[in-house]
């Protein structure tokens, strides 16, 4: 008897440890890159446009994490201008310029899954506001 209760026992303490808030679980399938990258967007076709500027606190080839301050809404379309940390030869300035749709809010960040991307060179003005990401293509 006393084996038994002992088996309730460690079962017990087993589900104890289950019920507790799971760690975090890595559901990512692409690898992430932690960066400090400046990042400019604005919506694409919404009723509401939304515009700012943030931090890229992490990247991969599949989403962005941007850290700013203010509230946005999941199932937005935004395009994206982040300013690239290496140059072209060494002297041009990039930018990668991304089309994706928030997939995550939280307070101070948002995660954009992305959909399609491209670098360009970096000029002195973005896109007019009437032109989107891969216009006439």
Same mark, same amino acid.
């Given at each position: 008897?006393?084996?038994?209760?002992?088996?309730?026992?460690?079962? #017990?303490?087993?589900?104890?440890?289950?019920?507790?808030?799971?760690?975090?679980?890595?559901?990512?399938?692409?690898?992430?890159?932690?960066?400090?990258?400046?990042?400019?967007?604005?919506?694409?076709?919404?009723?509401?446009?939304?515009?700012?500027?943030?931090?890229?606190?992490?990247?991969?080839?599949?989403? !962005?994490?941007?850290?700013?301050?203010?509230? !946005?809404?999941?199932?937005?379309?935004?395009?994206?201008?982040?300013?690239?940390?290496?140059?072209?030869?060494?002297?041009?300035?990039?930018?990668? !310029?991304? !089309?994706?749709?928030?997939?995550?809010?939280?307070?101070?960040?948002?995660?954009?899954?992305?959909?399609?991307?491209?670098?360009?060179?970096?000029? #002195?003005?973005?896109?007019?506001?009437?032109?989107?990401?891969?216009?006439?293509?």
């Amino acid at each position: 008897m006393r084996s038994s209760a002992r088996l309730a026992s460690q079962e #017990k303490e087993y589900r104890t440890e289950d019920s507790d808030p799971p760690h975090q679980v890595e559901r990512r399938t692409r690898l992430r890159f932690p960066f400090e990258l400046r990042v400019r967007f604005r919506s694409l076709g919404q009723a509401y446009p939304v515009a700012g500027a943030g931090w890229v606190r992490n990247i991969s080839s599949g989403g !962005v994490l941007v850290m700013y301050q203010h509230e !946005v809404s999941a199932g937005t379309t935004l395009e994206l201008h982040i300013d690239w940390p290496t140059r072209l030869e060494g002297r041009i300035p990039l930018q990668l !310029v991304a !089309v994706g749709t928030i997939v995550r809010c939280e307070l101070f960040s948002f995660a954009v899954g992305l959909e399609r991307y491209h670098f360009r060179i970096a000029g #002195k003005q973005d896109l007019p506001s009437d032109e989107s990401f891969g216009a006439g293509a």
